[in-house]
């Protein structure tokens, strides 16, 4: 049984037109596509970091408005991929277009596994993926993954009362007595072709995208190798085996009844132990894992 989400998660995300997803208890934005701004109003106001994947328009082009109406000094901080050329000029062209506007955004380029600290033990790691052609070295496409570190007593020290731990890290300093332990709250993979469950690794939150229901169709428009499709995602989740899958990227091709059905079919093939959720072309889905399932387990 999955247990309650730890973050509020919105969004929209359509294959061609527009992905953004806002997680409200980090003022963290995931890729900035057009109509962020209608879909989050003035809750747009608390972002904080802004992540976006790769330079495909519809993942960037809410950014312009955004920044006009809530960017300022040194806010929010955007992090793109660093072999990317279209942010910098971005960037420039901002602040040409709108030179009225109160500072400027701190623009950051990120190399894969770079990672950002979001504060309370929260960092932001990114990891090049290949949906973006690239040569070898360049990184010009990432996903995401959220990650919470905590620090660990080493076992050798857990025999140790509270008052003896407290004068051992006195004398030699947190570092040396504990170890640094990792989890995977969330994994965000943007815009990505088909890659290894191990690529993931375990995580409490899998936010996939799904631009097509089929491999047949994704081959035939000649995509097989920049996006994903959902028997494959399947695949990854039931090895994974996430608390919650959120799918998205579906292609306006379909409709929303076939994407339901699809997902059904498909996960309970699988016996899929996962309640998994669907951003369905052309909605702004707000707190995402607050709503009913299209898939639950019996």
Known sequence: MSSSPAFTISGYSTARYATWFFIDELGLLLDAGD?????????????????????DR?????????????GGQGVPTIYYPES?????????????????????????????????????GLVLRAQANRHVPCES????????????KIRKLKPEHRHLTGPEIG????SLGEAAITDEVEHTELIYTADTPIEPASRWGPTKILIHECTFLDAATAESKHQIAR???????????AELQPQHLILTHFSAR?????????????????????????????????????????????
């Open 84 to 120: 990317s050329g279209s942010f910098p000029a971005l960037a420039e062209f901002s602040q040409r277009f709108d030179p009225d506007q109160p500072g400027r955004p701190d623009w950051k380029p990120i190399a894969s596994g770079a990672e950002v600290v979001l504060g309370s």
């Open 254 to 298: 379909y409709g929303a009844d076939e994407i339901r059905e699809a997902i059904r079919a498909g996960a309970t093939k699988r016996q899929l132990g996962l309640p998994t959720y669907a951003v369905l072309p052309g909605e702004t889905v707000h707190n995402i894992l607050g709503h009913v399932p299209v898939y639950a387990p019996a």
């Open 58 to 70: 519809d993942h960037l082009s809410g950014l312009l408005h955004f920044l006009k109406l809530f």
């Open 35 to 55: 109509g962020l701004i209608a879909g989050l109003m003035s809750k747009a106001a608390k972002i904080k970091h802004i992540a976006v994947s790769h330079p």
């Open 227 to 237: 996006h994903s499709y959902l028997d494959a995602v399947l695949d990854i989740a």
């Open 137 to 148: 070295g360049q990184t010009k496409s990432v996903s995401f993954s959220l990650l919470r």
């Open 167 to 170: 004068a051992l890290k006195k």
